[in-house]
């Protein structure tokens, strides 16, 4: 027996009425206001769109010539569900953090010390399962050096150069900025070439 053909008018309203339902559900149960996180879904998330950045930046005042701060966030494309689910997790964490947005995307990013404390204590209790693991793992340890205010020192500096070395592979050659000796420069790009390869 042939299937009968649905009307296009017909079946575009079944659909409208399908999306409408869909889009009612999202509503209801993924970005209500009560909506509390599953701890397992931050760090699922995480995993996919999270990261730990290890941040050095220019500066005169400080006694190697770069700050150094950590950093975690999650991106996110712009539409109003992303934004939403942000700021559950912006609430999961307890309020702490900043939401903010480019072109193309939506950033929560955390940066005070005392508030990445409750970041380090999720991670631990509920730890990432890809080989993000590796990244955060590094990232922890270079807080705990910043806690013992290691970084400030010759030694915990150029372990911290090379646990970012280790992270990503850097375009522009910053250490000549900075106010080492030339043994520790040869060092840190000896060490370079060995992770990056």
């Known amino acids: 027996m042939p299937t009968p053909v ?11 009425s399908f999306t409408f339902k869909i889009k009612g559900i999202v509503r209801k149960y993924c970005i209500g206001t009560n909506v509390i996180l599953n701890p397992w879904f931050i760090t699922g998330l995480s995993d996919a769109d999270g990261s730990f950045y290890i941040a050095l930046r220019k500066d005169s005042s400080c006694r190697f010539g ?43 990013v955390i940066r005070n010390k005392n508030h990445l404390r409750k970041v380090l204590h999720h991670f631990d209790n509920y730890p990432l399962q890809t080989t993000k693991h590796i990244h955060y793992i590094l990232w922890s340890k270079v807080f705990n050096m910043i806690e013992r205010k290691e970084h400030s020192t010759l030694t915990g500096f150029m372990q911290i ?3 970012k070395a280790v992270f990503e592979k850097w375009l522009v050659d910053m250490t000549y900025g900075l106010n080492l000796p030339k043994s520790c420069l040869r060092c840190y790009k000896q060490l370079r070439l060995f992770t990056s390869g």
Do not use: C, W
């Open 6 to 16: 649905v009307p296009l008018q017909q079946s575009h309203m079944r659909y409208s």
């Open 66 to 108: 770069y700050s150094l701060s950590l950093e975690y966030k999650i991106v996110a494309g712009l539409n109003p569900l992303n934004l939403q689910l942000l700021k559950q997790v912006q609430s999961f964490f307890g309020g702490i953090g900043i939401i903010s947005r480019d072109n193309k995307t939506y950033h929560y």
């Open 161 to 163: 150069l090379a646990i």
